[in-house]
């Protein structure tokens, strides 16, 4: 029996699904295999998936003729940070965090290469760093963004390091891609990321990530002051709290799981 539903409304709906399937592989999918698993035909595969990789939402892979996700609807779920009610969530513990550490506080999410601040509760202490909500910084350089790329979904993962720059903003960034692929299995042995003056000189940060209810990593937070203060013996001090209360963040997110980061060497 023919739908009856409107041709447009169809259209949505096959492209939904061919992203879906793509959002459940690990591996990029051919027209064929995405066929198959949608029960579409090739030329309405192939027909989707041009219109997709238009958008931004797909790309191909020249060599293997196959597709896989870009990070363009998690940014769009990025965007909707404030409607999923994670400041909400955070503002209480981030304040709490402030006020034992003494030291600015803040909660990002990742953009593409990039987190965006979205909070912060400032430190009172004279000697700071100023880096206001809605500032952008470079995730490979950031404690912030270390976290978040260390936790998304390694598909995603492989997409923001393709081809990114890791530009040099100090004598300690990391500017090559297999050490920041050591770097990130690190973070995600040990539960945390530092930022060793690595973006700003006299900067140090302490990170850790935020999970929703189904254990996804959907921002971070940090402690961030300079390391003057924060020296990398401090910073090692200060883990324990900080990834506590990302957990508390957490769990005001609906997140059952426990996390139990090694507090040793930052």
Same mark, same amino acid.
């Given at each position: 029996m023919a739908s009856d539903k409107p041709e447009s409304l169809r259209s949505v709906e096959r492209a939904l699904g061919l992203l879906e399937a793509l959002a459940r592989s690990d591996r990029e999918m051919g027209v064929t295999e995405l066929s198959k698993q949608t029960s579409l035909s090739k030329s309405?595969?192939?027909?989707?998936?041009?219109?997709?990789?238009?958008?931004?939402?797909v790309k191909q892979d020249v060599a293997t003729e196959k597709y896989h996700l870009t990070l363009k609807l998690f940014e769009i779920g990025?965007?909707?940070? &404030?409607?999923? /009610? !994670?400041?909400? *969530? $955070?503002?209480?513990?981030?304040?709490?965090?402030?006020?034992?550490?003494?030291?600015?506080?803040?909660?990002?999410?990742?953009?593409?290469?990039?987190?965006?601040?979205?909070?912060?509760?400032?430190?009172?202490?004279?000697?700071?760093?100023?880096?206001?909500?809605g500032t952008r910084v470079p995730a490979h350089c950031s404690a912030l963004g270390k976290v978040l790329l260390?936790?998304?979904?390694?598909?995603?993962?492989?997409?923001?390091?393709?081809?990114?720059?890791?530009?040099?903003?100090?004598?300690?960034?990391?500017?090559?891609?297999?050490?920041?692929?050591?770097?990130?299995?690190?973070?995600?042995?040990?539960?945390?990321?530092?930022d060793n003056e690595e973006y700003i000189s006299g900067l140090r940060c302490v990170a850790a990530p935020i999970? &929703?209810?189904? /254990? !996804?990593?959907? *921002? $971070?937070?940090?402690?961030?002051?300079?390391?003057?203060?924060?020296?990398?013996e401090a910073a090692s001090e200060r883990v324990r709290e900080v990834c506590q209360a990302a957990l508390s963040i957490s769990r005001s997110l609906g997140y059952k799981g426990s996390a139990a980061p090694d507090a040793g060497q930052a």
């Open positions: 309405v595969v192939h027909r989707l998936l041009r219109a997709l990789e238009s958008r931004g939402y990025a965007a909707s940070v &404030n409607r999923l /009610g !994670i400041k909400r *969530a $955070a503002s209480g513990p981030m304040s709490e965090l402030a006020s034992r550490c003494r030291e600015t506080v803040n909660l990002a999410v990742l953009d593409g290469r990039d987190v965006i601040y979205v909070d912060r509760v400032e430190s009172n202490e004279i000697l700071r760093i100023e880096l206001q909500v260390a936790y998304s979904p390694e598909t995603r993962t492989r997409e923001a390091l393709r081809g990114m720059e890791l530009r040099r903003y100090t004598p300690t960034t990391i500017t090559s891609l297999s050490d920041l692929e050591i770097e990130l299995r690190k973070v995600r042995r040990l539960g945390y990321a530092v999970r &929703n209810h189904e /254990g !996804i990593v959907v *921002a $971070a937070l940090s402690i961030a002051a300079p390391s003057v203060r924060l020296t990398q």
